[in-house]
């Protein structure tokens, strides 16, 4: 899924497109690397905690699944 996914990263999102925007219509391509090295790296950590989350998500099914073949018989 998109990081957008995720609400509050979505807000932040359009704020930093906001910046960034700012930042290039005045020219200021320091600043304009800066929000969007920012902007990269809040993505990548949300990225990365949707990746983890789906990680144990996965874990969670597969351990009950194996539970329930145990119990019930598969």
Known sequence: PTTLANMERAGDS???HNHL????KQ???EGARKVMGRHLSNAKRIRLRQI???L????LIARN???H???FGG
Do not use: K, T
């Open 56 to 59: 144990v998500d996965e874990r």
């Open 27 to 29: 020219r200021d391509s």
């Open 21 to 24: 925007i700012e930042c290039l």
């Open 52 to 54: 983890n989350q789906r």
């Open 14 to 16: 359009l704020i930093e």
């Open 65 to 67: 699944h194996a539970r």
């Open 69 to 71: 073949l145990i119990n």
